[in-house]
């Protein structure tokens, strides 16, 4: 379910039918909808079966992560999309994301904040939703640099550090539709009608 402009959505539907609106089906999903801004949606696609890579939208070329900024409003990095933790295995596993890909993530969002400073406000007070967020769990956020080097932030405090392989858990894919059920039960959270496997 990507989060975009109106005119992303417009210009997507002008080159392919793969993309519509998305329309909530659990709390979490409603909450999302609910907070969005009069100038941006959720649009769901196809599925992956389906893709067309050239007409992928900005936020699925970027996904699990966002452009992390201290409270400084500083841009130094990506962090991960914490909802989706205990879905995507990519989460767990950062030392792994290629340099290249963060290179062209940090460009392209350095580009639009220029382009359009409501997306920069939107990403600042996003970084101080992840600080409240991991704040109240007691855990670390784990951020890529600039240069996919490995960085932690004490949430209370904003302090930025060098992170270490040991610092971020490891998380498995999941291996059935089970386990995905019970890991998406433990954490709080409603099994899309899909599943683990989109049909």
């Known amino acids: 379910m990507p989060v975009v402009h109106k005119v992303e959505f417009d210009l997507l539907k002008t080159r392919t039918d793969l993309w519509s609106k998305f329309k909530p089906y659990d709390y979490a999903t409603r909450q999302i909808v609910a ?8 649009i769901h696609c196809k599925g992956a079966r389906f893709c067309e ?7 699925c070329r970027g996904f699990p992560f966002y452009p992390y900024l201290t409270r400084q409003k500083e841009f130094i990095g990506i962090g991960t999309y914490w909802v ?8 767990s596993n950062l030392e792994i994301v290629d340099r290249k890909f963060v290179e062209e993530f940090i460009a392209t969002y350095e580009a639009l904040f220029i382009k359009d400073h409501s997306e920069f406000t939107t990403y600042v007070d996003f970084s101080a939703s992840a600080r409240r967020v991991y704040s109240r769990w007691k855990r670390e956020i784990p951020i890529l640099g600039r240069q996919g080097e490995l960085l932690v932030v004490t ?9 270490r392989k040991k610092d971020f858990p490891k998380t498995a894919p999941f291996s059935s539709e089970k386990e995905y059920r019970e ?6 959270g409603e099994v899309p009608k899909e599943g683990l496997r989109a049909a």
């Open 35 to 42: 907070e969005l801004t009069d100038d941006c949606m959720a």
């Open 84 to 91: 989706f933790e205990d879905r995507c295995w990519m989460m």
């Open 53 to 59: 890579r050239d007409n992928r939208t900005i936020a």
């Open 183 to 188: 890991a998406v039960k433990e954490a709080g």
């Open 155 to 163: 949430p209370s405090t904003g302090e930025v550090r060098p992170g």
